[in-house]
């Protein structure tokens, strides 16, 4: 089982601010079945995350070590879910490795405001795409700006779709939940993932009891 959204990079963004804290948040992981995760800190310059590639490197390299030294039983790589818009150049900072894909892949995990879409919204899979980067939507369940018939549509461009698995559990709030249940009804969700934080536990055993209705995978390494 792999998870491709989680926020444990130790001191990378507001995921985790220390080293301990990420040991026991990766552990808890593991102890929920998970084998592979993909560290995705967050590029969000307005909120004061913009780490650049080669610190975040940095810190994943050190991190991974401490992790084998421990033995906990996880494979770990490295992603950025990168905030989209429109005053950045977001596809230019990929080509010049400003920013990072998904494990050295071609996928690169995208989020938007929740609160307004971007302009380019339905144009956004072809403009990654002529340089040939697949999005995956980070939490799409979120936006309530982004209907159904409009990921069908950007599905059919070739994005991919994540949904959190919290969001499918009591205590989400309802329009998320609804979102995200509509979204498995129709087969649009590629990858359940945690966006875990430290101040943000997934309970994987809860989430995986939700999903047993819907006959797929939802765990898939990213390739």
């Known amino acids: 089982m ?16 220390s080293l ?10 593991v ?23 080669a610190e975040l490197k940095e810190l994943f390299a050190a991190f991974a070590e401490e992790v084998a030294a ?3 039983p996880a494979g770990l790589s490295l992603g950025q879910e990168i905030c989209y818009g429109e005053r ?11 920013l990072l894909t998904m494990n050295g892949t071609n996928k690169v995990l995208l989020e938007f405001s929740v609160s ?12 990654f795409s002529l340089h040939g980067y697949k999005v995956i939507l980070a939490h799409a369940e979120i936006y309530p700006w982004l209907d159904l018939k409009t990921i069908a549509s950007m599905k059919a461009e070739g994005c991919f779709v994540q949904i959190n698995g919290g969001s499918l559990l009591r205590g989400s709030a309802g ?7 509509a979204l498995l009804k129709d087969a649009l969700v590629d990858w359940v993932a ?5 101040f943000r536990p997934c309970d994987w055993g809860k989430v995986r009891e939700k999903l047993r209705k819907y006959p797929a995978d939802f765990f898939g390494k990213i390739g």
């Open 2 to 17: 792999t998870d491709i959204h989680a926020h444990i990079l130790p001191d990378a963004d507001d995921g985790s601010s």
């Open 20 to 29: 301990e804290s990420s040991l026991a948040m990766l552990e808890r992981e």
């Open 31 to 53: 102890a929920f079945g998970i084998t592979d995760v993909v560290l995705t800190p967050h590029y969000h310059p307005r909120r004061g995350y913009a780490k650049t590639a």
């Open 70 to 72: 421990r033995g906990i």
């Open 88 to 98: 950045e150049d977001v596809v230019g900072m990929l080509d010049r490795g400003e």
């Open 116 to 127: 307004r879409p971007p302009d380019d919204i339905s144009e956004i899979a072809y403009k």
């Open 175 to 181: 329009a998320a939940k609804r979102r995200a249940k």
């Open 194 to 198: 945690s966006d875990i934080h430290s």
